[in-house]
Every structure is written in structure tokens, then in C-alpha cells.
């Protein structure tokens, strides 16, 4: 079975500034896909970023950024010049890959707040 | 697109009642999910679906819950009887057969049992 941790619960930076979220995952698959999914306090379930686990690049969406490490199993997401509408809960995500190639269950981490202040 | 919907988005039932929540996925999209949030477990996958057909309802936690898909445009959970420990969010989310997209989420339904 596949485990996601984010050890960080909480997380505070000022507003403008760069901040740093980590997220790992203990997995014996060797294709997959991970995620990053921003949840502000109305609620919703939003998908900021995602990576392919063949793909050696790092994905990257506007002022997000993730560093994938796929031997050391990890997948750390860079919110860089950060605005006060990026407070909200992060959760990582991780996705086997499934020869169907249809989607299947997503196994989330226990979350970071992060809060971004003036 | 207007995206996930579910209702009611908000739920206040008394102990012992049934309650449904319902979903709409995305037009086009064939995988549908039901997740359920609480403080103390975070988002769990209850079940899901492919092309109308459950695929996996190991996350169920027990017979006083279920989950029909009769058409590619609704799906219902039901629990019956509610328990005030069922209290949390209900997601529901759907996706297309393209793993890499990830899920599109509907905003939730908070369920409340007293």
C-alpha cells in the first residue's frame, strides 16, 4: 500500500516571499503520478500542480514549482512570491499508474496549512 | 463547464435518518470517486467508479452506506441510518481516462448528524 507524509502541519510566510512544502511517499511502484491540491478555507478541492513520475523534469505552474525526487521519493512543492489568497490547506497526492490508463484512487497526505501574511 | 456539482452542500439530519447526498460529474468524464474528510482521519476514498460501474468500495465502512451510479450524469451516496460519527465532508470528484489529469473535486457536502 502506498503512504504520503507531510510532516509539516503548519507553515507561515510573509507575503512576496518564496516557501518551501514537503511531501514523501513510500511506494514499491515504479510508474506513477503525484500531485499537489490546494484547499482554502472555502473548501474546495483545487489541483495547483502535477508530475509523472517517468518524466525527470520538474513540473511547473506559474508561481508553483515541485522538486521531484523520485529515488529519494520525494515531492516537495515551491510557492514562490506569495500572495494572501495562497492561504489555504495543501495536500500531496499520490496516483498509481494503472495499464488501463484510466484514473484511479488518490492516496492523500495528512495536509500543511499554510498561512501567508502581510 | 460547470464543473462538479453536488447537493445538498450542506446536511443537518437527525440520528437514525437516511441521508443522500448526490453528485454530477463532468460531462465526458467516465471515473467517478466519493471521498469523505474528517479532522481526524483526512480524505478517505469511500468508492469509486468507472463508466458506471463500481470498481473499488473497500472504503465503505460499513453496510449502512451506499453508492449507485445508474447513468454517466449521477451518482448518490446514502447512508441509512445516520450515526452523529458520519458527521464530516462528503466529496465527490470525477475524472477522464487520462490518469495524469488527477480528479476535478465538487465543493462538498457538510454533514451534520445529531
Known amino acids: 500500500a502506498q503512504t504520503v507524509t507531510q510532516s509539516q502541519p503548519e507553515m507561515s510566510v510573509q507575503e512576496a516571499e518564496t516557501v518551501t512544502l514537503s511531501c514523501t511517499y513510500d511506494?514499491?511502484?515504479?510508474?506513477?503520478?503525484l500531485f499537489w491540491y490546494k484547499q482554502p478555507p472555502s473548501r474546495q478541492m483545487i489541483l495547483v500542480i502535477r508530475q509523472e513520475a517517468y518524466k525527470q523534469q520538474n513540473a511547473t505552474e506559474n508561481r508553483f514549482s515541485v522538486n521531484f525526487q523520485k529515488a529519494a521519493k520525494s515531492f516537495s512543492l515551491k510557492i514562490s512570491d506569495s500572495q494572501l489568497g495562497d492561504t489555504a490547506m495543501y495536500f500531496c497526492?499520490?496516483?498509481?499508474?494503472?495499464?488501463?490508463?484510466?484514473?484511479?484512487?488518490?492516496?492523500f497526505g495528512t495536509g500543511t496549512r499554510l498561512q501567508v501574511t502581510l | 463547464d460547470a464543473g462538479v456539482i453536488q447537493s445538498p452542500r450542506h446536511e443537518v439530519t437527525e440520528m437514525g435518518q437516511e441521508v443522500t447526498l448526490r453528485c454530477k460529474p463532468i460531462?465526458?468524464?467516465?471515473?467517478l470517486f466519493w471521498y469523505r474528510q474528517t479532522m481526524m482521519r483526512g480524505l478517505e476514498l469511500l468508492i469509486y467508479f468507472n463508466n458506471n460501474v463500481p470498481i473499488d468500495d473497500s472504503g465503505m465502512p460499513e453496510d449502512r452506506f451506499s453508492a449507485k451510479m445508474p447513468n454517466a450524469s449521477f451518482s448518490t451516496l446514502k447512508i441509512q441510518p445516520s450515526e452523529p460519527r458520519d458527521s464530516a465532508v462528503y466529496f465527490c470528484?470525477?475524472?477522464?481516462?487520462?490518469?495524469?489529469?488527477?480528479?476535478?473535486f465538487g465543493s462538498g457536502t457538510r454533514l451534520t448528524v445529531v
Open positions: 460531462s465526458g468524464h467516465n471515473s
Open positions: 511506494t514499491s511502484e515504479n510508474n506513477y503520478y
Open positions: 497526492a499520490f496516483m498509481k499508474h494503472a495499464n488501463t490508463g484510466t484514473a484511479s484512487k488518490l492516496t
Open positions: 470528484a470525477s475524472s477522464w481516462d487520462r490518469q495524469w489529469y488527477g480528479y476535478t
